[in-house]
């Protein structure tokens, strides 16, 4: 019989009203009710605006938070999202959001990560020179429904979220000003939105057993890269095969591309065209 965390509780480690968007689908797919502690400080393992830098890599600090979250709590499940933004890793003069959620079972021993990168981000900064196009920049940030920090050397000003908090902010700026968007989630709705979609894959993923197992959380754990050419079969660098996998008992199956491509073009072959 399948495994499943229905009606089961986790805690959801955030200070930033997260639940508010992740709570929903774990609910609704996997029927797992979420708690968050109060007072919690995931700040301690790092912010957006740099007061705390984040030194470990993003995985590792979901991770702690999740532990830190289920500590607190004293519960065996925990939830914890992480994100980072900056330039596309492919599309240039595009910034990108890279989301991530971490599940963690103790009592099975599980640990299941879901990510998504994703152009869908207000993510911008300006320097605030005399001939600085302000107005044009606020409108790109979804200023006011999406926050803006304000940096100079009078100190860091967060969560602005109207023209007079931000004329205020600037009357008291000193020596060169930077104006950013707030990347924090319960500031920022398209972040939000980014990380309910997320937590509908987490959800679903949760919901899913392993075939040979029973083990909830089956899902995609790697693809692997070698779809052949069609003119001389060589393998490119182009994804062949995504591998769904289980965190518990390491069973696997392999699928094919989800658009049906099975060979690539001999444009895109590094021995066709070198």
């Known amino acids: 019989m399948a495994e499943?965390?229905?009606?089961c509780t986790a805690v959801l480690a955030t200070r930033h009203g997260k639940q508010a968007v992740i709570g929903p689908p774990l609910s609704a797919h996997a029927g797992l009710r979420l708690v968050v502690p109060e007072d919690l400080d995931t700040d301690s393992l790092g912010t957006f605006t740099g007061e705390v830098p984040r030194v470990?890599?993003?995985r590792d600090t979901a991770r702690r938070k999740a532990l830190m979250g289920m500590a607190a709590a004293g519960l065996p499940l925990g939830v914890a999202s992480e994100?980072?933004?900056?330039?596309?890793?492919s599309i240039p003069f595009l910034a990108a959001a890279h989301e991530l959620l971490i599940f963690i079972d103790a009592v099975?021993?599980?640990e299941i990560v879901e990510e998504r990168?994703?152009?869908e981000t207000?993510?911008?900064a300006i320097d605030l020179a005399p001939d600085a196009d302000v107005d044009g920049f606020l409108a790109q940030a979804g200023f006011p429904d999406h926050a803006l920090i304000l940096r100079s050397d009078a100190g860091l000003v967060k969560a602005i979220t109207s023209r007079t908090m931000l004329d205020?902010?600037?009357?008291?700026?000193r020596g060169p000003a930077r104006l950013e968007t707030d990347m924090r989630a319960h500031l920022n709705p398209t972040r939000r939105g980014e990380i309910g979609k997320l937590a509908e894959k987490l959800a679903r993923r949760l919901a899913t057993p392993c075939p040979a197992?029973?083990?909830?959380?089956?899902?995609a754990v790697r693809a692997e890269r070698g779809l052949p050419c069609s003119d001389c079969g060589a393998a490119t660098q182009f994804i062949s095969l995504l591998i769904n996998g289980c965190s518990l008992c390491g069973h696997e199956v392999s699928l094919p591309r989800p658009d049906g491509q099975f060979f690539a073009t001999p444009a895109q072959c590094p021995e066709c065209n070198p």
């Open 4 to 7: 499943t965390y229905h009606a």
């Open 56 to 58: 470990a890599p993003m």
């Open 83 to 89: 994100g980072s933004f900056g330039p596309h890793p």
């Open 108 to 110: 099975r021993g599980l």
């Open 117 to 119: 990168l994703s152009p």
């Open 122 to 124: 207000n993510f911008a």
């Open 168 to 173: 205020a902010a600037l009357r008291m700026a």
């Open 213 to 219: 197992c029973a083990a909830p959380g089956f899902g």
